[in-house]
C-alpha cells in the first residue's frame, strides 16, 4: 500500500456578496478560453476587448485591470467569428461545426441573453454590423453574396436590386445610406442603400486577403502576393506596397490607421504600420510574438498589440513594454473524472488526487451553505488522466483512462492510503458495483465478474462491439454495436447460464445503459438513423422482455459525451444529451436544470444533490428536489480552488479568491473585493 503526506489547504474563506451588491453586480472566475481563440475585437464604446473561441464562450476583458467582466458560454460548438454592435451590448456570433451545422446568433452580452438565432449554409465570408447598429451584414458565396438582415429583430432585408456576387468585405457609410463592396475577381462597387442601385464599378487588384477599410473609407488596405498594399477606393490603383516575408494576416484599427501584421513561419514577426493619406509608414514599437506557441489570431487597439494562440492563451504589449506579457489563458485544472462519497468530493487530474472534505458533500446533508469545507492533495499513482468509480462509504476504484495492461486500485480516501487489487489486459472502459461484486467491461468487449477481494472473475465473456454492461437484478444487460451483436445494440445476459438473448431495438449503436429495477425499465443511449440523419437518442425500454421502446429525448445530431444517471431513491433520471443543459424526467416528462455557465456532461448523483463534471473541467451542482443550480466549482492548475454559489456567495482556498471578479454591470467598473471578505475556520 501508499501511504501519503497531509496536505491540507485550510484557512477557508467565505465571501457574502448578494447582501451587498445588487443585481447589477456579477461574480467571475478570472480564466481565459479552453482551446484555439479565433477571432479578438475591440468595443470602444465599451472599452472592452472579446474573444471568442474553440469552446463555444464569447469573453469581454477589461484591458486596464485584465480581468474577466462577460462570459457567455453560446455553445459546444466552436465560435468562429464575432461582430460587435457599435452602440450597444450586443455580439453578432457564428457558430459551426464545419461541416453540417452552421448557425449565426445576436446576443445582448450584458443580460446574457439570445436575441435570435438563424441557419446558415456555410460560415460567412465576412460579418459587421453598420456604424449606426441598424444592419448585420453578411457575405456568402453566391451571385448575391451580401445579406442585410435588421440587426434587432434578423430578418432579411431587400436593399439592393441587382446581384452582388461573391463578396470578401463590405464598407458601410457612416450615414448606412451608401456601402462599398470588394469581390475577390478584383472588383470594387458602389452601392446606393436607398436606391438598391449600383453607382460606379471599377478594377482593383484580385484575391486580396486581410482586407481592412480607413475609417473614412477613403482607402483599402490588404494582403497581396508578399507585399501589404492600399488601394485608393476612387481609383482602385494600389498607391502604396511594403514587402512582407511570408505574410499570414493583417488587422487594422479603423479609429487610428495602425495596422498589425502577422508574418513568418514558425519564427512569427509581428510590424506596425500606420495608414495616414493612404501612405504606409512602419511604426517604431518593437513588438515581438511570444515564443513557442502558435498564434491563430491578433489585434491592435488602445496602443496595444493582442496575440491569441492556439492553446487559449492571450499575451499583449505596447510600446513601453520590452517583452509581450500574458494577458489571460485557461487556468481551470483538467479534471478527468470525480467521484462522491459520504462527504468527499474525489477529484482526477494527470498528477494529483483531490478529496473535497465537507459536510455539504455528506449523504443525508440538505444544507447548501457548508460550515466546513477543506482539500487534501495526493499524488495520482499512474500519473495520467484516470477514471473514478465511488464503491462504498469513502472508497473509491481507481484505473488509468487509456493505458491497456494496467491495474485496478482502490483508494482509502480517509486514510488516503492507495491499495493495488488486480492487473488486467486490454483498456478498462468501465466499472461497475453491486456489493462486494465487481464488473467490469474493457475495450475488447470482455465483461469480467469477480467478487472482492478475489482477483479471480468467476464470470467472463467476450462479445466484440460492447460499449456498456450494467446490472439487472442476478442477470447482466449489455450494450453496443448492433452490426456486431445479433443484429441488435441490446442484449440480455445470465452469467449462471451463460445464455445470451437479444432485445429488439431499432438503435445502430447503443452507448450507455441503466436499469430501474423497481420500475423494470431499461434506460439506453445510442444512435439511431432516420430518413439518412443520425440522431442521438434517449430511450425508455418496458415490458416482459424489454420489448418495447419509447423515444424520450432526441438530438438531430452526435452527442458521444452526453450522460444519464438514475435518482434510485425517486426513480428520476438525469441526463445531458443535446448540449443545453442538464434535464430530469419525471412523470411530467422532462424539464431543464437551472442553467449554469457551463456544459454539463458526466452526471452523478449522491443524497440531495446531482453533480456533473463540465466540458471545462469545471463542476456544477443542483438540488435534485427542485432543480435549482446550488454551486459551481472550479480547481486551478495551482490547486487553489473556488465554490461559487448561485446567490453570489463563494468559498475559496487561500489563494483561490485572486481568480475572482466582481464586475459591476451598470456602472460597468471592477469592485473592490476586499470590502466584502469574511473568514470562517
Known sequence: MFKFKRNILAAVIFFLITSLYGQATRVLLNSGHNGPINTLAFQQKYEL?????????????????????????????????????????????????????????????????????????????????????????????????????????????????????????????????????????????YWDLRTRTKRAEFSTLSNLNSIGFSADGRYMTGLYEGKLVVIDLVTGRSIDQREIQNPILAKVNPITGDILCLSGGRNPVLTLWTLSQGRLSPNTTNLKPPGGISVNTILYAQGTAFVASMNGEVFFQNSLMQEPALFSSNKILEISDIAIGDNTLLLASRDSLITCNSDFFETRNSQQIPSYFFTEINPNPYTRLISLKHWKENLFFLWPAELENSSLSL??????????????????????????????????????????????????????????????????????????????????????????SPIADSNMLTNKLIFDEHNNTLYTLGFERRQDSLITVLKSHTGGSLERSRARISYYGEDYSADMVLDRETGTLFTTLGFSGARMLSWSGFTNLEATDHIPRRLMVQGFWVYSLNSDGSISIWD?????RILDFYMFKDLEWVALFSNGEFYASPGGHNYVTVFNEEALHLEEKSRYQRRIY
Open 49 to 189: 476587448l472579446f474573444s471568442c473561441g474553440s469552446d463555444g464562450t464569447v469573453r469581454a476583458w477589461d484591458t486596464k485591470t485584465k480581468s474577466l467582466v462577460f462570459l457567455l458560454q453560446v455553445s459546444h460548438l466552436p465560435v468562429r467569428m464575432i461582430s460587435l454592435n457599435p452602440d450597444k451590448p450586443q455580439v453578432a456570433v457564428v457558430e459551426s461545426d464545419g461541416l453540417q451545422i452552421f448557425r449565426l446568433s445576436l446576443w445582448d452580452w450584458q443580460q446574457k441573453k439570445r436575441l435570435y438565432t438563424i441557419n446558415l449554409s456555410e460560415i460567412p465570408l465576412f460579418l459587421r454590423f453598420s456604424p449606426q447598429g441598424n444592419l448585420l451584414i453578411y457575405g456568402k458565396a453566391d451571385w448575391n453574396g451580401i445579406i442585410f438582415l435588421d440587426a434587432q429583430e434578423g430578418t432579411a432585408l431587400p436593399l439592393l436590386q441587382e446581384g452582388t456576387g461573391i463578396v470578401s468585405d463590405v464598407f458601410i457609410s457612416s450615414t448606412e445610406n451608401s456601402l462599398l463592396s470588394y469581390s475577390p475577381s478584383g472588383s470594387i462597387k
Open 411 to 500: 483508494f482509502h480516501a480517509r486514510e488516503r492510503v492507495i491499495q493495488p487489487l488486480w492487473e488486467y489486459t486490454g483498456i478498462l472502459r468501465d466499472l461497475k458495483t453491486r456489493g462486494n461484486n465487481i464488473l467490469t467491461l474493457d475495450r475488447n468487449g470482455t465483461i469480467q465478474l469477480r467478487t472482492y477481494p478475489d482477483p479471480n472473475p468467476y464470470f467472463s465473456l467476450t462479445i466484440s462491439g460492447l460499449r456498456d454492461v450494467g446490472f439487472a437484478g442476478s442477470n447482466l444487460l449489455a450494450a453496443g454495436n448492433s452490426a456486431t451483436i445479433f443484429e441488435t445494440p441490446l442484449l440480455h445476459i445470465n452469467p449462471s447460464t451463460l445464455e445470451t
Open 624 to 628: 435534485k428536489r427542485s432543480g435549482k
